[in-house]
T-cell receptor, first 110, second 113 residues
Framework: QKEVEQDPGPLSVPEGAIVSLNCTYS??????FMWYRQYSRKGPELLMY????GNKEDGRFTAQVDKSSKYISLFIRDSQPSDSATYLC??????????FGQGTRLTINP | KAGVTQTPRYLIKTRGQQVTLSCSPI?????VSWYQQTPGQGLQFLFE???????NKGNFPGRFSGRQFSNSRSEMNVSTLELGDSALYLC????????????FGSGTRLTVV
């Protein structure tokens, strides 16, 4: 079993929809949680960074962490075609390596 | 402010050859990590360097090695290339080990034939 599980999709939604992306993890020692966005032929770009349970909002993006359930989510409101990309969750303990989910390929249809 | 620069962007090598990939971190960043990305396995950690010392290592064979120079630039080397080494190799830099987030380069696409 992988340490971090993420549904690879693909996920296709109409423009303006609310998108929900999720990851589950098995290592209760994970302390820091991130979401990255990766466009085709580019490296991952950091979207959100959290280190505690609860919600963190940044514009149209909301990251949610539930440590008791070992579950993290990323919500995208008012989705735009430019949001079409692969979204990767990542997490780590302290100064250790980042462990990534498989990535979810998202397409927003105009 | 320049981002993370990886060279070359694309590379085609033959089985059995060796290859060296280069990464220049963001100015002031002292930690450099390397990842391999494939469709089947996703992003897998190779190693992390900080102040010219390897701090963390992933579960890759000894054919994969790296180093970091005093100016924080890093190189990774893969010897005796195998077909399965074909992947996107990504470098990420951060201010220090365990910093908030990492900034990734665009990667080097290695194809082994």
């Amino acid at each position: 079993q992988k340490e971090v599980e993420q549904d690879p999709g693909p996920l296709s939604v109409p423009e303006g929809a609310i998108v929900s992306l999720n990851c589950t993890y098995s290592n209760s020692a994970f302390q820091y949680f991130m979401w990255y966005r990766q466009y085709s032929r580019k490296g991952p770009e950091l979207l959100m960074y959290t280190y505690s349970s609860g919600n963190k909002e940044d514009g149209r993006f909301t990251a949610q962490v539930d440590k008791s359930s070992k579950y993290i989510s990323l919500f995208i409101r008012d989705s735009q075609p430019s949001d079409s990309a692969t979204y990767l969750c990542a997490m780590r303990t302290g100064a250790q390596k980042l462990v990534f989910g498989q990535g979810t390929r998202l397409t927003i249809n105009p | 402010k320049a981002g993370v620069t990886q060279t070359p962007r694309y590379l085609i090598k033959t089985r059995g050859q060796q290859v060296t990939l280069s990464c220049s971190p963001i100015s002031g960043h002292r930690s450099v990590s390397w990842y391999q990305q494939t469709p089947g396995q996703g992003l897998q950690f190779l190693f992390e360097y900080f102040s010219e010392t390897q701090r963390n290592k992933g579960n890759f064979p000894g054919r994969f090695s790296g180093r970091q120079f005093s100016n924080s630039r890093s190189e990774m080397n893969v010897s005796t290339l195998e077909l399965g080494d074909s992947a996107l190799y990504l470098c990420a830099s951060s201010l220090r080990q365990g910093s908030e987030g990492y900034t990734f380069g665009s990667g080097t696409r290695l194809t082994v034939v």
